[in-house]
């Protein structure tokens, strides 16, 4: 789900994001669309990768894609025999036959509750079958709540507790099992926490209520593979993420607005070209312009086509395609997100630096693609010695200097992140232009095919599981990356 500003009553779209305390306080004014239009999804949460496919109607009965939804799970395949369809996943071999309810899995009977259905060659199961079916070909406990259409694979389950300290000063302190990172949204009396590839599960009691005035209420909802937190409250309420993503802590926007401590500096307009601006970008006032949390750069573009990745597809198709994801999986977390070029574009590399000096952003990501090689490399900028900066401004080519340990952090963050959605990952330093110019934590993302299978590099569901990984890594670096950007 991205923000958008075409709702009812609402003030439209507005992104703000104060350093306070030296916590990231971010709320985007988001609308969510009537649920009526939204497409209907399912979404699966695993120890390897939290991801939500379409839905399928068929005869009035959801069905799921098996193969898709098995692809990140593991090795799998699947060969078509007329009306048979055979899969196979890791060790597993599960048989269908199209029009027909009764399946093979691992050489045993299973019987679906509607007609396994075959389309083009792809195979639909009914949802309703999935926990039963999946167990048995994953091997393992699978629990699916049909209602929310949300599949849980093993013990993935997150939890959480809320509770408001302090009556007087209110704050309402949500704590979670493991790191979250939902898309926060306000409305008239209500601030919305979704959740939309968090296993976030349902307290005891679906209804929390407070011994506060200003903050009464937390519901637990679900639908549509979704899960949603929705605070009830008489004020504007702004949300702080902290503990890496396991504690959001909310309170009134008036008493955030003034922190206790006189540490954050003032806030003061930017003069000098943005390119020699150092370090200090203060954030924008909170009723200036949008401000943004990343800005990420589609590599290549226009008569600059990068690698030839194979004789169809250019590298600056690749780029522009994952930096789209990207921006969506940032935006998903809270982390505003601006793109380079948002179309097919030739740029050089400084009109790229200046763009994003100027924007000012917390990191900037730079995306490349290659055929060679597997999953992805990290790179950070590597900076020649003996740079000619004097004075309150740096020189071009060595702008980055300052900010090199930022970016290894931002780097080591999104590695981790990768690594553990089983990616192979190698973090490199090199003289990567514009990284050197670039007045905040800047890493370049090379992306490469798995196991040099070049059809799968252009695929949407493989960016997508590296999009959203590389998101959760720069989400896990916020605090760090806010702390320095005030
Ligand atoms: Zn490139």
Redesign the pocket.
């Known amino acids: 789900m991205t923000t958008t500003g075409n709702g009812r009553g609402s003030s439209g779209r507005r992104g703000l994001m104060r350093a306070a305390l030296g916590v990231l306080l971010a709320l985007a004014s988001v609308v969510l669309l009537p649920g009526s239009s939204e497409e209907k999804r399912v979404s699966i949460y695993s120890t390897v990768a939290n991801y939500s496919l379409p839905v399928a109607e068929r005869n009035k009965v959801d069905y799921v894609g098996l193969l898709e939804l098995l692809e990140p799970l593991g090795t799998v395949s699947a060969k078509l025999n007329g009306n048979r369809w055979r899969l196979r996943y890791n060790d597993a071999v599960a048989e269908f036959t199209a029009n027909k309810r009764k399946a093979r899995v691992r050489d045993a009977d299973v019987q679906l509750p509607s007609n396994f259905v075959l389309e083009s060659g792809r195979g639909l199961v009914p949802l309703a079958g999935l926990s039963n079916l999946l167990s048995r070909i994953l091997g393992g406990p699978v629990a699916f709540n049909p209602g929310a259409r949300r599949l849980f694979v093993g013990n993935v389950a997150v939890h959480f507790t809320a509770q408001v300290s302090n009556p007087a000063s209110p704050k309402l302190i949500v704590n979670f099992t493991a790191p979250v990172n939902p898309t926060i949204a306000t409305e008239p009396g209500k601030l919305r926490m979704t959740f939309s590839h968090d296993p976030v599960v349902a307290p005891g009691s679906p209804k929390l209520t407070f011994d506060s005035a200003v903050i009464a209420s937390a519901t637990f909802l679900e639908s549509n593979g979704e899960a949603e937190i929705v605070i009830d409250t008489t004020v504007p309420l702004l949300a702080a993420f902290s503990n890496n993503g396991r504690t959001i802590t909310i309170e009134p926007a008036a008493a955030a607005a003034t922190p206790a401590l006189p540490a954050a500096p003032p806030a003061a307009p930017v003069s000098t070209p943005p390119s020699a601006v150092p370090a200090m970008v203060a954030s924008p006032p909170a009723s200036g312009a949008p401000h943004y949390f990343a800005v990420v750069d589609a590599?290549?573009g226009g008569d600059e086509r990068?690698?030839a990745l194979t004789e169809q597809l250019a590298?600056k198709d690749v780029?522009l395609a994952f930096a789209r994801l990207l921006r969506q999986e940032l935006d998903n977390r809270g982390l505003r997100t601006l793109l380079v070029r948002d179309a097919d574009s030739t740029l050089t590399a400084d009109q790229r630096a200046t763009f994003t000096n100027a924007a000012a952003p917390a990191i900037y990501v730079c995306v490349?693609?290659a055929s060679q090689g597997t999953g992805v490399r990290l790179y950070t900028a590597l900076i020649a010695s003996g740079g000619g900066s004097s004075g309150p401004f740096l020189d071009w080519d060595t702008a980055q200097g300052p900010f090199e340990a930022l970016s290894e952090a931002a780097a080591t963050s999104v590695a981790a992140a990768l690594h553990s959605k089983q990616f192979p990952v190698r973090t490199l330093t090199a003289p990567l232009r514009p990284l050197n110019n670039i007045t905040s934590a800047a890493v370049a993302i090379e992306i490469a095919p798995p196991a040099n299978d070049m059809s799968r590099l252009s695929s949407a569901a493989y960016q997508q599981l590296i999009a959203a990984a590389v998101a959760s890594g720069i989400a896990d670096a916020r605090d760090k990356l806010q702390a320095a950007h005030r």
């Open positions: 590599s290549h990068g690698a590298e780029t490349h693609a």
